[in-house]
């Protein structure tokens, strides 16, 4: 019996946040030595739940300490990595809404706050950009 390995996609489990600044504008990220911006975040460790793995990513990658209580989950979202060919994201999203200060540490290199209508004149990651983005925008006009 042999398997199709070459098909099937590798996964990365990631927690990503939805970080909403005061005047509705998105965070995004990028990581040095790439080109697409992304939601804060990182990958789950074996013994951690997603919102624990997502509260220890925004402490290291852009000096952000959150409550886990505060983070809302959105649900399970999926993607092909953006940095890595061959390989699927599937994230565990959840929304904050922040209201300080952030600067890049660790691996990022550079923070952007965008307007959820436009791209921000960005190569986006195809998780943000096909998904999370037009999520976003689509909750902003249900609540209009």
């Known amino acids: 019996m042999t398997f199709a390995t070459a098909t099937c996609p590798r996964i990365i489990r990631i927690a990503a946040a939805l970080l909403i600044g005061p005047d509705g504008r998105t965070l995004l990220v990028r990581k040095r030595g790439t080109e697409a911006f992304m939601q804060p975040g990182g990958k789950i460790e074996a013994h951690e739940q997603p919102v624990h793995a997502l509260a220890r990513e925004l402490e290291e990658e852009l ?9 809302t989950y959105l649900g399970p979202f999926s993607a092909p990595a953006a940095n890595e060919p061959g390989f699927v994201v599937q994230a565990e999203l959840f929304q904050l809404t922040i209201d300080s200060d952030v600067s890049p540490a660790a691996e990022i290199e ?35």
């Open 110 to 144: 550079e923070v952007r706050w965008i307007d959820p209508a436009t791209d921000g004149d960005l190569t986006l990651a195809p998780l943000t950009r096909d998904l999370i983005l037009p999520f976003y925008r689509a909750s902003l006009t249900a609540t209009a």
């Open 63 to 71: 000096g952000l300490v959150i409550d886990p209580a505060h983070a």
